[in-house]
Every structure is written in structure tokens, then in C-alpha cells.
């Protein structure tokens, strides 16, 4: 079974300029996350999607992120303009429908802002 | 307000011995909870996980045990191997919310 895909692996931007960020989850998966993962600390949510509809945005800073799953499968995550606190690693996870179904990472995007 | 609290940055075992890490919490809602381990440069992967209702979940060498009324809980790995060494991440739910994570513990085996 293949895992949850993202890419870039690696992106360096000056601040103010845009970023995005792609994530195929697993297959079947109908619950997609984007997680932000700051060195030091563990991963901190930032948007959950159930199929194409958005569950939990609380912790999206929507001023400058946006993010979307259209057709309920893949999904981008955009930041725009990027500020120099938003260089961290970001992660895009899935999971099976249901309770308590564990969530399946991807390698993540490690973005650093100059 | 960190609501799951891993308060060893590191833990250094010796190959064979056991591996005790552990976590602990301030919500008492959380209802499910997990490990996750990770190695550099890729995405955490999901280990074992624990509801509420247990107290005690066993997978090969790697056993999670659960006290709610202390909101402690601590993964043990038994076993130890060097292929274990990573940071291990507790996370913690309730019902259909997001995930808490803990900052992670860095767990070096010697051969």
C-alpha cells in the first residue's frame, strides 16, 4: 500500500514571497490533515478535511494560509505572504473514516523563509 | 497550555535493556491515545495506540500502559534494538478532535 505522498521535500523562500505545498493521501482515506512541526516541538494541527469538507480550521492563521481538498482527494496547502516564523516542517497525514482510526504521516515539506 | 507532556528530552538505553517512555497528560476528556515514533528527515509512524476503556495494549515489543487516574501514560519497548532509536512522540484525542502531541523524546540504543 503506498503511503501518503507530498512534495516538495525542501523549499527555501525569502520572506514575503508565496508557498505551496501538495499532499496525496492513501487511498481510500477520507480524512486528510496538514500539520505544522516547529524543530522542538511536535506536530501542531492546522487544518483537517473530511472528504472535501473542512472539519477543523482553528489553528490556521487564514490571513496568510489557505488550503484546500477539492474532489476529496489530494490537497494543497498555500501560505502567502510567508513570514520567517513559518519555516517548520510541514506535515500532511490521513486516516480511515471512523473512531479512533490512527493517522498515517507523510515525509513532510521542510520550508525555510531568508 | 500544553495539554500533553513528554518532560524527557532524551532517554539513552543499552541494546537488550528495556526502553521506558513516558507521557503525561492535563485533559481528562482524552479518551485515545498513541505513539508515534520518528526518525529524521521523514514523517512520523504510527507505533501503538491505547483507549480509555484499557488499561494495558501489547504489540511484539512494545507494550502501552495506561492510568487515568494519574493521567500518566508510558510505552515500554522490550527489546531493546539500535533500530529503535528515534523520538517518540505521545499524542492524545478526544472523540473526533484534532490530535495533542507531546514535544517527543529522543531515544538513543547502544549496541
Known amino acids: 500500500e503506498a503511503g501518503v505522498a507530498q512534495s516538495p521535500r525542501y523549499k527555501i523562500i525569502e520572506k514575503r514571497q508565496s508557498v505551496a505545498f501538495w499532499c496525496n493521501p492513501i487511498s481510500g482515506h477520507a480524512t486528510l490533515y496538514w500539520y505544522q512541526q516547529i524543530l522542538g516541538q511536535g506536530p501542531k494541527l492546522l487544518i483537517q478535511?473530511?472528504?472535501?469538507?473542512?472539519?477543523?480550521d482553528s489553528q490556521l492563521p487564514k490571513d496568510r494560509f489557505s488550503a484546500e481538498r477539492l474532489k476529496g482527494v489530494d490537497s494543497t496547502l498555500k501560505i502567502q505572504p510567508a513570514k520567517l516564523e513559518d519555516s517548520a516542517v510541514y506535515l500532511c497525514?490521513?486516516?480511515?473514516?471512523?473512531?479512533?482510526?490512527?493517522?498515517?504521516f507523510g515525509d513532510g515539506t521542510r520550508l525555510s523563509i531568508l | 497550555d500544553q495539554q500533553v507532556k513528554q518532560n524527557s528530552p532524551s532517554l539513552s538505553v543499552q541494546e537488550g535493556r528495556i526502553s521506558i517512555l513516558n507521557c503525561d497528560y492535563t485533559?481528562?476528556?482524552?479518551?485515545?491515545f498513541l505513539w508515534y515514533k520518528k526518525y529524521p528527515a521523514e514523517g512520523p509512524t504510527f507505533l501503538i495506540s491505547?483507549?480509555?476503556?484499557?488499561d494495558k495494549n501489547e504489540d511484539g515489543r512494545f507494550t502501552v500502559f495506561l492510568n487515568k487516574s494519574a493521567k500518566h501514560l508510558s510505552l515500554h519497548i522490550v527489546p531493546s534494538q539500535p533500530g529503535d532509536s528515534a523520538v517518540y512522540f505521545c499524542a492524545a484525542k478526544w472523540r473526533n478532535y484534532k490530535l495533542t502531541f507531546g514535544k517527543g523524546t529522543l531515544l538513543t540504543v547502544n549496541p
Open positions: 485533559n481528562s476528556m482524552f479518551d485515545y
Open positions: 497525514a490521513s486516516s480511515l473514516n471512523g473512531v479512533n482510526q490512527p493517522q498515517h
Open positions: 491505547i483507549s480509555s476503556i484499557k
Open positions: 478535511f473530511q472528504n472535501n469538507g473542512v472539519v477543523d
